[in-house]
């Protein structure tokens, strides 16, 4: 290959990346967006209705979190049966998957509407504010299918390279709900009620949407197909492994904090939040990564599969780095956006350098794992993150309570999860065992 031909070559990646890393930040961004109008339109009906909604948002947030691998699962099979030209294949991907979207989204309902009373009591929920989540959290879960059946949606339309059509399906969606919120909270009068019927009607009228576009795709038949939907929810399961070691991290981090102080928990609330918020960017280019790498895999393409890898992970470690910069130049100044306590303001001051100094490491982090993901080398992924979550953070968090050492020890215990995390998935991106072409490769998985 000429010489000059190398900055060119990656000239055009970075412009795929952009191309696909833009619209996923912008569908990304529609949901904090959209639950952020929720709780001030709730907000404005009372303290108690604002914690019932926090106490049902949390077990509803988990549950559609835990199923995300209907996007993660789909999107890598798709892309690489795409890459390699099969679209008819990549369509009856498609069908199954929403067949696994809407049997686990009616089950997800039927057992939290029957489980709703301990649940709530689960999450530290009591007496009438337990009693309003409660009926909050039956009467949104019947809008579980419809969001399961968009992850599936999503999870299409990104193996196929479409990542504008989600992103307006879930502005539209989000918009809707709003005006729906406002219309039957305000001027119906049905309180927190009105608010989650809104997002029902929302949620199915986006679930109709992807519907209509995971049929459209080309496919030799969209019945049940037992070997599809096992392969499906084998690499589900090692996703939900992955995405739940991590939620168990980040609840016990919250806990061991709330044993602490409010004031502890108040400035990790605070650097959780903005984190999360600096995360849509990384995870962004993350879903770049999976789309490309899983198409390059499945065109047999190895050399170009592993060069647009490279140019992910770099410009994942200079997004990480600016961001480091940026939050050790207001460690003093932005938490003062959140709250005016000056206790809680020490707390944070204390955590910020050890948050700000994780970021370029998860930022890597980030980029390895959209890439190990289209690849389709969930099961790795699965034990990575179950050994740096239960076998690096959880021991750390258990010394920082028995010896108080409050936001510098869950922190320092959030650095070493990721350090763990770039470790293991580091090695397993440097010897290219994740490096395996064709369109049937994931079966072998």
């Known amino acids: 290959m000429p010489s ?13 990346i952009l191309r696909l890393a833009v619209p996923a930040l912008g569908a990304l961004a529609a949901e904090p967006l959209y639950l952020l109008a929720d709780t001030a339109i709730v907000g404005h009906l009372g303290t108690r209705r604002l914690a019932a909604l926090a106490l049902a948002a949390s077990i509803l947030s988990a549950v559609v979190t835990l199923c995300n691998f209907l996007t993660y699962g789909t999107t890598a099979q798709v892309a690489r049966l795409h890459g390699a030209g099969q679209d008819r294949r990549a369509g009856e991907i498609a069908a199954q998957s929403l067949w696994l979207a809407v049997g686990i989204g009616v089950a997800a309902t039927a057992l939290v509407v029957a489980l709703a009373d301990p649940l709530m009591a689960l999450v530290g929920g009591s007496g009438a504010t337990a009693d309003l989540a409660a009926r909050y959290l039956r009467l949104s879960a019947l809008g579980l299918p419809a969001a399961l059946i968009a992850l599936a949606g999503q999870g299409y339309l990104r193996g196929v390279g479409d990542l504008r059509s989600p992103l307006v399906v879930v502005v539209a969606a989000n918009a809707l709900n709003i ?17 989650a019927l809104g997002t029902v009607v929302a949620q199915a009228a986006m679930g109709a949407a992807f519907t209509i576009m995971l049929l459209k795709a080309p496919a030799t038949s969209r019945r049940p197909h037992a070997a599809q939907l096992r392969s499906l929810a084998h690499m589900g399961g090692h996703i939900v492994v992955r995405t739940g070691s991590l939620l168990l991290a980040f609840l016990v981090a919250g806990a061991v904090l709330a044993r602490e102080s409010d004031d502890a928990l108040g400035a990790h609330q605070i650097a959780f939040q903005v984190f999360i918020f600096l995360a849509l960017v990384l995870d962004a280019i993350a879903i770049a990564g999976q789309v490309l790498v899983g198409r390059l895999l499945g065109a047999g ?52 350098p050890l948050f700000a ?27 990575a993150m179950a050994f740096s979550a239960i076998g690096v953070f959880l021991p750390i968090a258990l010394l920082t309570a028995r010896f108080d050492w409050g936001v510098t020890g869950v922190w320092a215990g959030i650095d070493a999860l990721m350090v763990a995390r770039l470790a293991t998935i580091g090695a397993r991106y440097r010897n290219r065992r994740w490096v395996v072409t064709g369109a049937t490769a994931l079966a072998a998985r």
Do not use: K
Request: a negative charge.
């Open 4 to 16: 000059g031909s190398e900055p060119s070559r990656g000239r055009g990646v970075d412009r795929e």
């Open 179 to 195: 005006v729906l919120e406002l219309l039957f909270v305000y001027a119906l009068r049905w309180g927190l009620d009105g608010s």
């Open 357 to 383: 100094l994780m970021l370029p490491v998860g930022a890597l982090v980030f980029a390895l794992d959209g890439i190990l993901l289209g690849a389709g080398d969930t099961r790795y992924l699965a034990y």
């Open 301 to 352: 393409d190895a050399p170009r599969a592993i060069h647009a890898a490279n140019r992910m992970c770099r410009w994942s470690v200079v997004g990480g780095l600016v961001m480091a910069a940026a939050l050790l130049a207001t460690t003093h100044v932005l938490p003062n956006a959140f709250t005016d306590d000056d206790q809680v303001l020490h707390e944070a001051a204390t955590l910020w």
